[in-house]
């Protein structure tokens, strides 16, 4: 194929209109690539589109795409016409496009299909080498039109214009009826040939060193570069670059004489010294690279390649340093956890069409169409519905500037977080801590979380934000555990209330220390207070809405003692509170009537501070008289009082003791007898005798009157 040349004035650089996100036509096969020196632009041809791109070295970015009539092959400027001329070997018109509007403004009629063109400055005619008429066509731009041909010995490959001597070398590749692999000198004075230079196989490009006056010929297949001295047209060197490194393409570096071939079977440019006729080194580049030219407004070397891009050659340190139209990713992945995963697939646009590539173990590097999306898997294949390896990374983006992406997948399983709560729900649920993705974070409840497998969860002790000092939703256990598997987790809250409770003594002595009998988390339990001495109070938390007790009263170490509280020591738990318990001794006084249907004592009896006088009053039955009362601790009483007045200083145990009555008639002043006892008969002498040895018997019971101080 022919390289793109121009030559001609140089004129100021005229700018090109520029689109936003102007990217590539795809696919775009780029075989061939020329520097404008009018503009400073490089344009490449598209073998995918039938087009030209038109990139801007300085932004490293393509500006506009030129729609052609046929297949480019082979480019060509005039600086005087602002037109650039491409050659179609499809088909036998040349298009012509104004490079400063990017628009094709007119076609050639060359007669012929054409492998290659070049523009002598010096007569303004173009000259098209053509493989299927082994010719010349020279053509006027002007006129749009043949004026000559000039006949070749064999088939034409390549062709180039040199300014230092004026003429056009063809290269030429010999046919079994024409054997010979040479470079042809055509005069363009005379349209003739005047010379063949014998050259190495399939002369496939050809170039100019301008400073030092060679013409620089590749021979693709026998794999060396010749050199050229146009002043006698003789090779002065040969260079060897491998056999069956394809050679395709070379340009020249005016800054330090050293010419870049490309080659295009090794995936490589290399970097010939003119000065000793060795290869100097060799850059890696992107398959398949073909195109090549020098910019001496940057200083670097543009390859082309068929997979859609151009890359940029930094000629100080002689390495890739951006690329054009594509960018390069290098996708690596790694993975906690168990295997069963499937690799990892990037997912990416090349050259127009969406390829899928797996990542091996040691990482992928591919060049994507600039502009165009990547994606990788948020999800690994091979997950399934109860294990998972997923990241939560970004895994899609648009290709940008070369770029390195590695991602970490989890190895995961679902677990359903559920909680009840009892005594009434909170107004939120609680968050449980666990790992996602290798960092901690906030689980919801009540729904699934995939989480790091062999990883730990906790619920929270309290629900902290509808909790308070004195209220709360509190969980019964731990609520850890260690996600192995998929399956769900069910924790209950209770809600409670807190109850600070205090009790003391007033009067002598100290009370016992009373139990506190709540409910806890569910289950009932029973507590002994601390001693008030030695802790003031205390706070306890007890479930809602269940019912609450404290000792009350206490019993002494006495029968017949007890400590005694007037506060509620019960309840039903429905919000926080306060109890402060103030107990008392008291003394128990009973009271009883003997026989008990022989009258009543009141009161009935009860519980009394010490030192409390309590009075009693006894109330014959009809009947019955009262003959005494017997108080416990003291010696009997036989008087016949009706009242009793009795201080505690002791447990107390009155009795009232009662008898039959004997009736007795009292004659009021006035006259008429009047019973005793009203209602009853007059007894009978026996009768009487029976009331009083039952009177007897009991004064014969012992009576005593307890007073304790």
């Given at each position: 194929m022919s390289m793109w040349t121009t030559f001609g004035g140089l004129g100021p650089r005229s700018s090109v209109a520029q689109g936003e996100g102007v990217t590539l036509l795809?696919?775009?096969?780029?075989?061939?690539?020329?520097?404008?020196?009018?503009?400073?632009?490089?344009?490449a041809s598209n073998d995918g589109n039938f087009s030209a791109a038109v990139i801007d070295p300085k932004s490293a970015s393509v500006v506009a795409n030129v729609r052609l009539t046929g297949f480019p092959w082979g480019i060509a400027f005039s600086s005087t016409l602002d037109e650039a001329f491409v050659g179609n070997s499809s088909g036998t018109t040349i298009?012509?496009?104004?490079?400063?509007?990017?628009?094709?403004?007119?076609?050639?009629?060359?007669?012929?299909?054409?492998?290659?063109?070049?523009f002598d400055p010096a007569n303004g005619r173009l000259y098209a080498a053509s493989a299927t008429a082994r010719s010349v066509q020279v053509i006027d731009p002007a006129s749009r039109s043949v004026v000559a041909t000039v006949m070749l010995p064999t088939i034409p490959e390549e062709i180039l214009y040199d300014p230092s001597n004026g003429m056009i070398y063809v290269g030429l590749y010999g046919t079994s009826l024409v054997p010979g692999e040479k470079v042809a000198v055509v005069d363009p004075s005379t349209?003739?040939?005047?010379?063949?230079?014998?050259?190495?196989?399939?002369?496939?490009?050809?170039?100019?060193?301008?400073?030092?006056?060679?013409?620089?010929?590749?021979?693709?297949?026998?794999?060396?570069?010749?050199?050229?001295?146009d002043s006698t047209d003789s090779v002065v060197a040969n260079v060897t670059l491998g056999s069956?490194?394809?050679?395709?393409?070379?340009?020249?570096?005016?800054?330090?004489?050293?010419?870049?071939?490309?080659?295009?079977?090794?995936?490589?440019?290399?970097?010939?010294?003119?000065?000793?006729?060795?290869?100097?080194?060799?850059?890696?580049?992107?398959?398949?690279?073909?195109?090549?030219?020098?910019d001496p407004g940057t200083g670097n070397v543009y390859v082309a390649s068929t997979s859609g891009f151009v890359q940029i050659i930094d000629t100080t340190s002689n390495a890739v340093s951006g690329t054009i139209g594509a960018s390069p990713l290098t996708v690596g992945y790694s993975v906690f956890g168990e295997p069963g995963y499937a690799p990892l697939q990037l997912s990416f646009m090349q050259n127009g069409v969406l390829t899928k590539s797996p990542v091996p173990p040691g990482g992928l590097h591919v060049y994507a169409d600039s502009g165009s999306t990547w994606a990788v898997q948020q999800v690994l294949n091979g997950s399934q519905a109860s294990r998972r390896w997923a990241t939560n990374g970004v895994t899609s983006g648009v290709v940008?500037?070369?770029?390195?992406?590695?991602?970490?997948?989890?190895?995961?399983?679902?677990?359903?977080?559920?909680?009840?709560?009892?005594?009434?729900?909170?107004?939120?649920?609680?968050?449980?801590?666990?790992?996602?993705?290798?960092?901690?974070?906030?689980?919801?409840?009540?729904?699934?979380?995939?989480?790091?497998?062999?990883?730990?969860?906790?619920?929270?002790?309290?629900?902290?934000a509808a909790s308070s000092s004195v209220e709360r939703w509190a969980l019964t256990g731990n609520g850890s555990g260690v996600?192995?598997?998929?399956?769900?987790?069910?924790?209950?809250?209770?809600?409670?209330f807190s109850y600070t409770i205090s009790y003391?003594?007033?009067?002598?002595?100290?009370?016992?220390?009373?139990?506190?009998?709540?409910?806890?988390?569910?289950?009932?339990?029973?507590?002994?207070?601390?001693?008030p001495l030695i802790t003031s109070q205390s706070s306890y938390w007890m479930d809602a809405g269940k019912s609450w007790s404290v000792t009350n009263p206490i019993p002494a170490g006495t029968a017949g003692e007890r400590w005694y509280s007037a506060r509620t020591a019960s309840g039903t738990v429905a919000n926080a509170a306060s109890l402060n318990l103030t107990y008392q001794l008291q003394y128990q006084l009973s009271v009883a009537a003997s026989p008990t249907n022989g009258g009543s004592v009141s009161p009935d009896g009860g519980w009394y501070a010490p030192g409390t006088t309590v009075e009693l009053a006894a109330t014959p039955a009809s009947g019955w008289r009262l003959i005494g009362w017997n108080v416990s601790a003291g010696a009997p009483s036989s008087g016949q009082a009706t009242n009793e007045s009795v201080t505690l200083l002791s447990p107390t145990a009155v009795v009232a003791q009662f008898s039959l009555g004997v009736v007795t008639t009292t004659t009021p002043a006035g006259g008429g007898g009047i019973p005793e006892f009203p209602g009853q008969v007059v007894a009978t002498a026996m009768i009487a005798v029976l009331i009083a040895a039952a009177y007897l018997a009991v004064r014969r019971q012992k009576s005593r009157r307890t007073l304790k101080g």
């Open positions: 795809r696919p775009a096969y780029l075989g061939e690539l020329a520097y404008n020196p009018a503009n400073g632009l490089l344009y298009s012509v496009f104004n490079y400063k509007t990017d628009a094709l403004v007119s076609t050639i009629n060359a007669q012929v299909t054409t492998s290659g063109i070049a349209n003739s040939v005047v010379k063949t230079i014998p050259v190495g196989y399939y002369p496939q490009g050809l170039g100019y060193d301008a400073v030092d006056g060679y013409v620089l010929s590749l021979g693709s297949s026998s794999g060396n570069l010749a050199v050229i001295k069956g490194s394809g050679p395709f393409a070379v340009a020249f570096d005016s800054g330090n004489g050293m010419a870049y071939v490309s080659l295009s079977s090794e995936n490589k440019v290399a970097v010939v010294s003119l000065s000793t006729f060795s290869v100097a080194t060799t850059i890696p580049v992107a398959p398949v690279t073909q195109g090549i030219t020098f940008g500037p070369p770029e390195l992406l590695n991602f970490t997948y989890y190895e995961q399983v679902p677990i359903y977080f559920g909680y009840s709560a009892a005594g009434g729900s909170p107004p939120q649920p609680p968050s449980i801590r666990g790992v996602e993705f290798g960092k901690a974070a906030s689980l919801p409840a009540d729904s699934a979380s995939w989480v790091d497998r062999g990883t730990s969860y906790q619920y929270p002790g309290t629900l902290q996600a192995l598997s998929a399956g769900s987790v069910n924790q209950e809250y209770y809600h409670q003391r003594s007033v009067g002598m002595g100290f009370v016992p220390s009373p139990t506190l009998t709540m409910t806890y988390f569910g289950n009932v339990t029973s507590t002994k207070l601390p001693n």
